[in-house]
Each structure stands twice: as C-alpha cells, then as structure tokens.
C-alpha cells in the first residue's frame, strides 16, 4: 500500500531520492517468515520505513543528495538500519535531503528539492525534508532523520510532524556520512509523539562500532510517551527561555501559536516559568564556526579515488588535479561554501579567532543549559521561528537560510535531546513546538510532548 502511495503522490512530493521496491516486498516477506518460525518481534515489527540517504544502506544507493556519491552501492548498513531490519522494520526507500545535510529547505539537494504537502510551492524544511515529506505525504508511517542543528525537528515543525532529536550519544553514529560529527545525531520523524518513541528504541542504545554512543541503556521513552498521552503534567516545570522568546525576526502566527501552546502547557498542570540563557545570542553563530570546521575535515575523504564520482581521469592528469576536478563537478555551492569556511576558521593565523572561540562560546552555552535545568525539568520554545516559506525566497542570502535553527541549534551545542510537535497553525501552515530536555532525560520530554497532542 505504501509502494502504491509512493507511486501516486511522489511525482509531485519527491520525497524519494530511491524507492526500495520489490526489494522492500522482499524484506516484508521475510519479516513475515520470521514470525511464523517463532522469533518474537518487537511491536513495530512489518511496519515500513523510510531511511534519510545520508545513513548508509547495504547495496542500497546512498548517496546524501550529492552528486560526488553517485553511483555508491555501500558495502555495509549503518547501526541505525541494522537495528530497523533486525526488528522487522521494511526499508521502504532513502529520502531526499540537502546535500550532507547543509540547509533548512533540501533546495540544497543535487537531485531537485522536495516539496512540502501541505502546499507543494513551499520548503518542506531541510535537511530532512525527505523524511518529513514522506511522513507528511502518507508515504510512509515513518521515518528515520539526522539532527546537527535542527534538521529532524525543523522539517517536522513545517510539515506538521514529530521530529525528535535523542541524546547525542544516545544513537549510534556508524554508518552515518558525517557533517559534523560533533553535533550530528540521528532520530525518528513521524506521526505521533509515541511512534517516535518506539521507533527511538529500536534504533537506540550502545554501540561499539561508535566510540561516542553512550554506554547506558536507553531511557523507557515509550512509557513516558503513553504516561503523558494522559494528559496530566502535575509537577513539571517548564521553562520558557527569556532570550529566544525575545529573539528577532519571529513571525507572529508562530509566536502566537507557541503562547497557546504554553497555555495549554499550564491547563494540564504543568508550571510554566520564565529562565535565562544569556549567551543565546552566540549559539548561531558558533554554531556556523563548528560545523564547518567539522565538515571541511569530514569531506575530505571525497577524494574521487574511494567512493562514488570520479572527473577528468583520463590517463593524462595527475591525482591532486583529479582529486580537484572530482570535488569541482561532486560538490554543490553550500557544501564548497562550508569547506571553505571551516578550512579558513581552522586555518593556523585564525583558529584561535574563531573555532577556538566558537568551542568557548559551546561551553558557555552548555553551562546555561546546565543552569536552567536545575531549576526546571524541560525548556519550551517555538521549533522554527517562521512557517514553510515560499521556493527561492532564503537561497539568495545564506545567513536568512540559516535563521530557521536559530531555535534548535542550542541544544545540538549542548548534546541534549529535544522534539518537535504540531502545535496549531499560522495562515494556514504548521507551527512547531519544541521540548528541551537535560542529557539522557529524553523520558521527559516525550512525556511533556505526548501530553500535548
Ligand atoms: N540547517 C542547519 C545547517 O545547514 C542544520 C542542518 C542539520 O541539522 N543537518 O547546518
């Protein structure tokens, strides 16, 4: 049925950048045959999947929406995609994106954009505007995203879906093509606050082959998800963020929205107060310091000789100009901007000037973070400050692109887990509202969204 939904609607979402087909057929076969010999399943067993392409699937195309991985059949699965088939998850197809997840609209996407079903002449937000789509679209009842600044939990504000950012550490990287790896972390987008739950426990917990996965097991958020679905918040202290709530250039729909949000918030029981992180105002900016310091050193390894594209090897030219041409035709116009952004910032004469800044700037952020939540057990504050808007409209002036994380990318910095939910509309388009919460706590903010729904 979904293979059949796909066929009929993602002409005109695509949402798809490969559709698994018979090979999907195939593995739901399978799911099926397990079952009947006895193995006993988890509960989303059967249920299909769609994979963001910059988690690598065993020959399956992978190739993070940019030209340089066209062609690269994958020798392995990442962690996250050999838990989803060993629970009996179906890969149904790998989503659209912004090439290595650089954007907030997939307009970055070397193979055309996606389109937001709500409205196919808006962004479906980005990176994962693929997997958004695709659950928005009724494509797929879920699907698995990558977060290094806000791009489960944007796309999922603007498509009207939930998009949860686990615990940095709290799901494996392997198999993950890196952005910044500092800051990357995958998790579900889907329908409801509980799907993303029980799909967060399949894909989560330790991982060797991922020296920075977190060696704990994960917290029982699928229990938090259906404690809070009863709607009672007795005891809970939200806290509103003094600063973001004073940031500029949010619109007044999505402001609107929010206060409703936190009014409700208070009607269930929760206590609503106000709190302070001082150096938000520097998160955004260190924010583009680190990442691209991370991802100039990631992308290196798109040398033309190991994976994917390879340009102007014609016998005659030497490695270093073939190396140049490959990654000249491979890369797109954010991805080379990026690079050179980062190589400058950790270039000798300036790394103290900016990324050794930038790292301070994290901490403090960090020690704000730490702050708040002594005094409350979650944060709210609207997702993204603007709906989806209209194609075109951010890719003429980068810093405007970036602005849609100017809500999300806190707690990328500080490593901690945060959701996003539908939470009303502004002219007619879905606003987002986002929960915060400390470190391995994700129990908590699953609870406090579910109650929300
Ligand atoms: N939009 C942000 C960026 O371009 C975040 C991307 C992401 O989370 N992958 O870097």
């Not at 005109?12 to 087909?21: P, R």
């Not at 020296?211 to 917290?219: F, G, L, M, Q, R």
């Not at 600063?243 to 409703?260: K, Q, S």
């Not at 952004?341 to 900016?354: I, K, N, V």
Request: aromatic residues 8%; proline residues 6%.
């Amino acid at each position: 049925a979904y293979l059949d939904r796909i066929g009929a609607v993602d002409g005109a979402v695509h949402a798809f950048l490969h559709v698994a087909g018979d090979a999907a057929v195939a593995q739901a076969e399978e799911v099926d045959r397990r079952i009947a010999a006895g193995e006993k399943l988890g509960p989303l067993a059967g249920v299909p999947v769609a994979v963001k392409d910059i988690l690598t699937t065993k020959g399956m195309p992978t190739t993070a929406a940019s030209k340089i991985l066209s062609g690269w059949l994958p020798p392995y699965d990442a962690t996250v995609v050999l838990r989803l088939r060993d629970a009996g998850l179906v890969v149904l197809g790998k989503t659209n994106m912004d090439e290595f997840a650089m954007g907030s609209s997939t307009e970055y996407s070397a193979y055309g954009p996606t389109r937001n079903p709500w409205d196919l002449g808006r962004i479906p937000g980005g990176s994962g505007g693929g997997s958004a789509a695709a659950v928005a679209a009724r494509e797929a009842p879920l699907a698995i995203g990558t977060d290094t600044g806000g791009s489960i939990r944007q796309p999922g504000a603007v498509t009207g879906t939930v998009g949860a950012k686990p615990t940095y550490g709290g799901v494996s990287r392997y198999g993950l093509i890196a952005f910044s790896s500092s800051l990357d972390q995958a998790g579900p987008v889907t329908r409801t606050v509980l799907d993303a739950a029980l799909l967060h426990e399949v894909i989560g917990g330790h991982d060797p082959c991922d020296s920075t996965s977190i060696d704990a097991p994960v917290p029982a958020v699928a229990e938090a998800a259906r404690r809070g679905a009863s709607g009672d918040l007795t005891g809970v202290k939200v806290g509103v963020v003094r600063e973001f709530a004073a940031a500029e250039g949010a619109e007044p729909g999505v402001v609107a929205a929010f206060d409703a949000a936190v009014a409700t918030l208070t009607k269930l029981g929760a206590e609503v107060v106000e709190v302070s992180c001082p150096h938000f105002e520097y998160a955004l900016p260190a924010y583009y310091l680190i990442a691209p310091s991370e991802c100039s050193s990631n992308l290196a390894r798109f040398d033309g000789v190991r994976y994917g594209l390879r340009s102007g090897d014609d016998g005659t030219r030497a490695l270093e100009e073939v190396m140049s041409l490959t990654r000249e035709a491979g890369f797109g116009p954010e991805v080379k901007r990026r690079i050179m952004l980062g190589t400058y910032a950790l270039s000798a004469g300036y790394y103290d000037a900016y990324y050794g800044q930038a790292q301070k700037v994290r901490t403090l952020v960090t020690r704000d973070f730490t702050a708040a939540f002594e005094q409350v057990d979650v944060l709210a504050a609207p997702t993204t400050p603007f709906v989806a808007f209209p194609f075109g409209s951010r890719t003429a002036d980068p810093t405007a692109m970036y602005l849609a994380d100017l809500y999300t990318i806190p707690s990328n910095l500080y490593g901690g887990p945060a959701i996003s939910v539908p939470c009303g509309l502004s002219e007619g388009l879905p606003v987002g509202l986002q929960i915060m919460a400390p470190t391995m706590a994700d129990d908590r903010m699953y609870r406090v969204a579910a109650a929300l729904e």
